[in-house]
């Protein structure tokens, strides 16, 4: 058996079950519309009857429908079969041991919020007057984080970070506005548009941010070459070479050693080595940027714990007009 006769071997029951219940569904659908109609020709023919359009007879053959009273089971007993409900002491008594229960669960609710609120007053109390004796257990404690802190960064070879920062790849991106069309071949691929751009206003003045690079790229490929059209009709052409701008190889940024995080494991970090390359096309102008993401000693609490802040600016390295 092949695999495609496999999956719909498998798929028939799931089909089967489906077309049954949509069969299902359309029967019982069409019985509620017949019914509904033969208790409108009936409410009709009895309406007809009382009004002397029909005869006796024929109201008499129309079957009469039967009302619905909806009541409590024990209430329906005593009312309809008082030979085989309870006795009225007996219902008295029931009802009187329905309310014992009502009020006992009240209590319990009350005696549970009561013991709560006993607990947490315990628990505060035990926090501000915290006895001398459990100072030696919290500094042991503090000790052993510390100690296990100092194992862990041993066991992941923590280094002082390298100085000045370095990159051996980057992520790439690009975009395009106030084009017609426009194509940014680098590495290998297209990352520009086929389509109209609007321009940049369009977009308000943080139309840079929060963009990021796309694509993973060792240093350095050939020249990016971009061709695109301007609004006017015009063709441009032009080669950006990404190896000679960033030929040190350093990361463009604007922190210092001492503002940095001081160790990594390896005395590195990918996502520090790993900036992001940015090129914009827009209209007649070309710029390329760098956004490093630089970990700093600064902390902010997130989600309850402290994180480090970063340096994330969009740095503008070059700019060329066609």
């Known amino acids: ?45 009895r309406l007809a009857a009382a009004s002397g359009a029909l005869p006796a007879t024929a109201a008499e053959d129309v079957p009469h429908a039967i009302p619905i009273q909806r009541r409590l089971f024990h209430e329906a007993l005593w009312e309809d079969e008082p030979g085989l409900a309870p006795s009225p002491r007996a219902r008295a008594i029931s009802q009187e041991l329905a309310q014992r229960q009502s009020r006992r669960e009240a209590e319990n609710d009350e005696m549970r919020l009561t013991h709560l609120a006993a607990v947490a007053s315990l628990g505060l109390a035990a926090c501000a007057h915290l006895p001398i004796s459990a100072a030696p257990h919290a500094q042991g404690n503090a000790a052993t984080s510390a100690h296990d802190e100092a194992a862990r960064r ?13 990159f ?54 050939s020249p990016a070459e971009v061709t695109w059209r301007t609004k006017d009709g015009i063709e441009h052409r032009a080669e950006i070479d990404i190896g000679e701008i960033f030929k040190d190889e350093l990361i463009r940024h604007n922190v210092s050693r001492e ?64």
């Open 1 to 45: 058996m092949t695999a495609k006769m496999m999956i719909y071997a498998a798929l028939a029951p799931s089909a089967l079950l489906s077309l049954s219940m949509i069969v299902a569904f359309v029967w019982s659908e069409r019985r509620w519309r017949e019914r509904e109609r033969e208790r409108e020709r009936s409410a009709r023919t």
């Open 154 to 166: 041993a066991r992941m070879n923590y280094r002082p970070v390298k100085w000045p920062l370095k």
């Open 259 to 322: 503002e940095m995080i001081a160790e990594a494991p390896n005395g590195t970090m990918a996502i520090i080595t790993t900036p992001e390359i940015l090129l914009e096309v827009n209209d007649r102008t070309i710029r390329v940027y760098m956004r490093p993401r630089i970990p700093l000693k600064t902390q902010t609490e997130i989600a309850g714990q402290m994180r480090s802040d970063w340096y994330e600016d969009l740095i503008l390295i070059s700019t060329s007009t066609y």
């Open 168 to 221: 051996k790849q980057h992520n790439f991106g690009a975009r395009c506005y106030d084009t017609l069309e426009c194509h940014v071949w680098y590495a290998g691929m297209d990352e520009g548009r086929r389509k109209p751009m609007p321009p940049s206003s369009a977009y308000g003045p943080g139309y840079l941010d929060n963009w990021n690079g796309g694509r993973y790229v060792d240093n350095f490929p």
